[in-house]
């Protein structure tokens, strides 16, 4: 195979990967598609380009053969690193030092093509580039915390290595003077056609854990919703149990909520909830799980938390919710609270449902005991109509 056959089916392939990355984070994000992927695709298209100059070097002048077909090859390096960056959020003007790199070696490379003609330096100069621009990028990659992208990340880490690996192997071979161009060739331009695998691959990890993430949690809210209770709480309380500790539950709602709604409107009563959810949040320890019931009832569990311990998370709810300012779509204010029932258990046999029961009933005397002793007979003007911010 010559090289001009060689070089433009390499071409292809790159273009190829270029077009199918754009054409499939367009299709998976709509609008609200990666913006790295296009910076990514670019990296293969640029790539692509000068990879079908260069297999013109017979047909069209130097310049567009070797100078501007090596500037558009080493882009690849350049525009990767700044896609990698953007897509996993990382503040880096690495790419920028990249692209100074690049142009300094096209300076060098029209050098030695026209002033003082070495195919030995060209080729020992654009190795030792792509080594260097391969290391920056390995490094970004490296760096991602996102986890759950990571796999894909340290995948793309080992396939630079690899062709990192092999341009070093090139570069030896041409020190030796042995031809090993073909087969090096074809290796190194897998290696980075696997990077376009890993990039799509990255890209399914996150919209799998988005769709698990949508089905775990309350849309409103943010918070866990009953779907996913079952499965996250009794590991915990099963834990819990190994250890001998007690487990502590929390169930609250938001009082006179129909009101809220009847009189401010839904927009507030979603309002309300939101805010409810966020000082339960603010409130919890790492290990708590807040979860929205349905309407405006709310449950935690408390693995490990004993009568005092639950008390203090409950007093911190009562305070954070007390501090709460909310306002209407038509700038009225309004504040809310809460009831809530709280009990704690112990023992082998917890389970969800006796939590969730007997929290409940705690809940339900809890706004007895409020009513028998007329709390918050108290009414204020909101929107037109008298809301009484009592129990019921």
Request: hydrophobic letters at 50%; glycine letters at 8%.
């Amino acid at each position: 195979m010559d090289r001009r056959t060689l070089f433009s089916m390499q071409a292809g392939l790159l273009l190829f990967l270029g077009g199918v990355i754009l054409l499939a984070f367009h299709r998976q994000r709509g609008q609200k598609r990666d913006k790295g992927s296009v910076w990514f695709a670019a990296a293969y298209l640029c790539s692509g380009l000068g990879l079908a100059l260069q297999s013109e070097r017979d047909v069209i002048p130097p310049f567009f053969a070797i100078v501007l077909g090596n500037f558009f090859f080493l882009l690849f390096g350049v525009l990767a690193n700044y896609a990698v960056c953007a897509t996993t959020r990382q503040r880096s003007r690495t790419w920028t030092y990249l692209l100074a790199l690049n142009f300094a070696t096209v300076a060098n490379f029209t050098y030695y093509t026209y002033w003082q003609p070495n195919l030995f330096l060209r080729v020992m100069e654009a190795g030792a580039v792509i080594v260097l621009m391969h290391l920056a990028l390995i490094v970004a990659l490296l760096r991602v915390r996102e986890r759950v992208i990571q796999p894909a990340m340290r995948s793309m880490a080992l396939l630079l290595g690899l062709h990192s690996f092999f341009a070093l192997a090139r570069m030896s071979m041409v020190v030796q003077r042995r031809n090993a161009d073909v087969l090096l060739s074809w290796i190194g331009v897998i290696t980075i056609a696997g990077l376009a695998l890993c990039y799509l691959w990255m890209d399914s990890l996150r919209v799998h854990a988005e769709l698990e993430q949508s089905a775990m949690t309350d849309p409103l809210t943010g918070l866990y919703n009953r779907r996913i209770l079952e499965v996250t709480a009794i590991h915990e309380i099963q834990r819990a149990a190994r250890r001998g500790l007690p487990c502590s539950a929390i169930m609250l709602d938001v009082d006179r909520f129909k009101v809220i709604n009847d009189e401010l409107g839904h927009a507030a009563g979603d309002s309300s909830l939101s805010a409810v959810a966020g000082a339960l949040q603010a409130s919890l320890r790492a290990s708590d799980i807040a979860t929205r019931l349905g309407g405006d009832e709310f449950f935690v569990l408390l693995p490990g938390a004993d009568e005092a311990s639950a008390g203090l998370v409950v007093a911190r709810i009562r305070a954070a919710i007390a501090a709460l300012r909310l306002q209407t779509m038509g700038g009225e204010s309004f504040s809310v609270s809460v009831s809530v029932g709280q009990v704690t258990q112990r023992g082998t046999k917890m389970t969800v449902e006796d939590l969730l029961h007997a929290s409940d009933i705690m809940l339900y005397r809890e706004k007895q005991l409020s009513r028998s002793r007329g709390f918050g007979s108290g009414t204020r003007q909101a929107g037109g109509a008298q809301v009484h911010p009592s129990n019921a």
